[in-house]
């Protein structure tokens, strides 16, 4: 019969004394759900993130295509006798530079693709880093974002008022890229405000799945 003599499984206790047998590729428990008004904001703002995010690529691919023909313009005039570089692509490319920086760095946060330096980050675990994250967002990440558009909004504001343009000759206007530097920054405060409100461990209701509201 397979049991020993004593009439007791191979165990020694009896039947009914034993362990229930352990499961096996039981599944995690799901993560909570948060809903309300946080995350339909974050949920907006990571959604404004995410298509800019897609956008910035081509901005990238134009800096690439310009910088090479500029390139070969300015070796192949030598060939030819005529100077076939000019200002007008050099600064498009600061121009385009610029707006990838700039434009990409909300993205970038969302997807926490910036290179970290703190040496203690990866030491505390994920409480501790969670922490670092939520205080570093709210006291220097969002205050330096405001103060960056604060002091470049006058001196933006002013070059709009005069249509500035490059001092170069061939050159683009100038009025129409500072612009870029409050918007960049305020594009990375408004994902930072999401990152700070994002709550630990647990996932962003898609659109559609939050229950109704009845008064």
């Not at 229930?20 to 990571?46: H, M």
């Not at 103060?147 to 129409?176: K, T």
């Not at 500072?178 to 999401?194: D, E, H, M, R, S």
Request: net charge neutral; proline share 11%.
């Amino acid at each position: 019969s397979g049991l020993p003599p004593s009439g007791l499984p191979p165990s020694g206790l009896p039947a009914g004394d034993l362990p229930p047998a352990p499961e096996v590729g039981r599944p995690d428990p799901p993560k909570p759900v948060a809903t309300g008004f946080a995350a339909r904001l974050i949920r907006t703002i990571d959604a404004g993130s995410d298509q800019i995010g897609r956008a910035v690529p081509w901005l990238l691919l134009s800096l690439v295509l310009i910088g090479a023909f500029n390139a070969l313009a300015r070796y192949g005039g030598k060939f030819i006798g005529t100077d076939l570089s000019s200002n007008l692509y050099i600064e498009l490319q600061w121009y385009l530079f610029s707006g990838v920086f700039l434009l990409g760095g909300s993205y970038t946060l969302r997807h926490r693709g910036h290179v970290r330096v703190d040496i203690l980050y990866d030491r505390l675990g994920p409480r501790g880093a969670a922490w670092i994250d939520r205080l570093g967002t709210w006291l220097l990440l969002i205050p330096f974002c405001a103060f960056m558009i604060w002091a470049s909004w006058s001196p933006v504001m002013h070059s709009i008022e005069l249509a500035e343009r490059s001092p170069d000759p061939g050159g683009l206007p100038r009025y129409l890229v500072k612009p870029l530097i409050p918007i960049g920054f305020a594009l990375l405060l408004l994902q930072g405000v999401a990152e700070g409100l994002r709550p630990r461990g647990a996932t962003i209701a898609p659109a559609g799945d939050e229950p109704e509201a009845h008064l």
